[in-house]
């Protein structure tokens, strides 16, 4: 059998195994320990030798970083508590009402805008705090305070028209606050703004960088309040959707010691992680998500990745020498970039096909199932096991880094493209393919007018939502 096993990558660096069997010999032992003491124990073991030798001499460089991997592991998700075909169904109105709204103000005027391709990507993340997180304020709780990622504001109007909070002739109007001048009909803003729409927005957002701050100071003034008694102490929470591009500016990490100082665990980051900012890559020869680990965690923030969906399981159980882990680690951003941009051939040859037993691995698996296998981010039960996880008051912030694909079923019109965030319309081939990808109920005769859909009000759908 080939011995991959004698270069490894910590913290970014390389370093030559001279001794792969003594490697191995360390690891059993680790093994043995989580097995009978549990990983407390192991924690406890690593920690002492490595102040062992650091004490003696050695110079060992410090690593925030963890594995590429999901942070929470399978035995330890808990069950998920909704109905998930229903909830695919209403997710898939959602999408294509999102992706409807920009389309139509783009056929008006392309100096209209919107974005596609963020919503995309992070629908997942919003509809399991909707359905199983977030309260509205109510009799004994204040209700949770949400920073919506700005350009994902289409997904949260195609809601709140499923809702009925808001109308079709809204839809129809997006990006066109007509009413400021005169006009009867109403429309809807751009991205999250309380002074034109105060009955719907609580934060604006869209100022790149302003929202990871207000949402730390939100936080940090709510439990002001509690603790010198002017309102009761209750568990809400502040949660901030960001992107992983805008992390780059830099308000967006200028104040992230302060909720560690304070203790502020009532405040949790989401970040988005499509890979993606408005023109290119985050990192196309890095990669963003261990970037911010190793930022936030150094920091003290209590960090929790989802990287890899429920698909990816079975064959990470399988991995026994370790190499699809390893391979994990070698590919950088642009790589997974381009594995969602072309068809599971093409992962099956520039992914899987650097190692023969990996290549082995998904002999069995079409290039269907291969370009299926999802990221955290597009798993509803990865995602709710990270926000059960970041419910817990545990004396810090939480950050949840959730690796998706922008643009997610847009298909050849814009999945993991580089010029997906500017994507505005779509062609008839791409509404079809749209369509059927979500399995929509709009016919051949109707896709040209791109009609806004709805479940019937008595459907399964309905009565779950």
Not at 87 to 108: D, G
Not at 429 to 446: K, Y
């Amino acid at each position: 059998m080939t011995d991959h096993s004698t270069n490894h990558t910590y913290g970014g660096i390389q370093h030559e195994d001279v001794d792969p069997t003594e490697t191995r010999e360390w690891l059993e032992s680790i093994d043995s320990i989580v097995k009978v003491h549990g990983t407390e124990r192991a924690h406890f073991l690593l920690e002492h030798m490595v102040d062992h030798v650091r004490r003696s001499g050695g110079y060992l460089p410090f690593s925030q970083n963890t594995a590429y991997l999901n942070t929470i592991p399978v035995g330890q998700q808990p069950n998920y508590p909704g109905e998930r075909h229903l909830e695919k169904r209403i997710e898939a109105y959602l999408r294509w009402n999102a992706m409807a709204m920009v389309v139509h103000a783009n056929r008006k005027n392309t100096e209209y805008g919107g974005h596609i391709a963020s919503y995309a990507s992070s629908a997942i993340l919003y509809e399991v705090g909707f359905n199983h997180f977030w309260k509205a304020p109510q009799e004994g709780h204040p209700g949770d305070m949400i920073f919506v990622q700005g350009h994902s504001s289409p997904g949260v109007y195609a809601r709140a028209y499923l809702e009925g909070r808001i109308s079709e002739t809204q839809l129809r109007n997006f990006r066109q606050e007509v009413t400021v001048f005169g006009n009867e009909e109403p429309g809807l803003s751009s991205y999250p703004h309380p002074w034109l729409m105060p009955d719907f927005w609580q934060f604006p957002t869209v100022s790149m960088g302003l929202g990871p701050m207000m949402g730390i100071y939100q936080a940090r003034f709510q439990r002001y309040m509690e603790n010198r008694g002017l309102t009761p102490k209750s568990d809400r929470k502040v949660w901030c959707f960001l992107g992983d591009g805008e992390m780059d500016e830099p308000e967006s990490m200028g104040a992230i010691t302060l909720p560690v100082r304070e203790g502020l665990d009532n405040l949790v980051f989401v970040i988005n992680c499509n890979l993606q900012r408005l023109d290119g890559p985050v990192r196309g020869n890095g990669k963003i998500i261990q970037e911010l680990e190793s930022s936030f965690r150094g920091a003290g923030w209590n960090v929790i990745k989802v990287i890899w969906g429920s698909r990816w399981d079975p064959l990470l159980a399988k991995d026994n020498q370790g190499l699809l882990r390893k391979r994990m680690e070698e590919c950088v951003d642009g790589e997974y970039q381009n594995f969602k941009a072309n068809d599971g051939e093409y992962a099956r040859r520039e992914f899987f096909g650097k190692y023969p037993e990996l290549q082995a691995m998904v002999a069995s698996m079409s290039a269907e199932e291969i370009q299926r296998l999802n990221r955290g981010g597009h798993d509803a039960l990865k995602v709710y096991a990270a926000y059960a996880e970041a419910m817990q008051n545990n004396g810090r912030p939480t950050l949840i880094l959730a690796k998706t694909v922008k643009g997610y079923g847009m298909g050849a019109a814009g999945q993991a493209q580089n010029t997906t965030h500017q994507q505005k319309k779509l062609s008839k081939d791409d509404l079809v393919a749209f369509r059927d990808r979500f399995n929509i109920p709009v016919s051949d005769a109707q896709i040209d007018d791109l009609p806004f859909v709805k479940p019937e009000v008595d459907s399964a759908e309905m009565k779950y939502f």
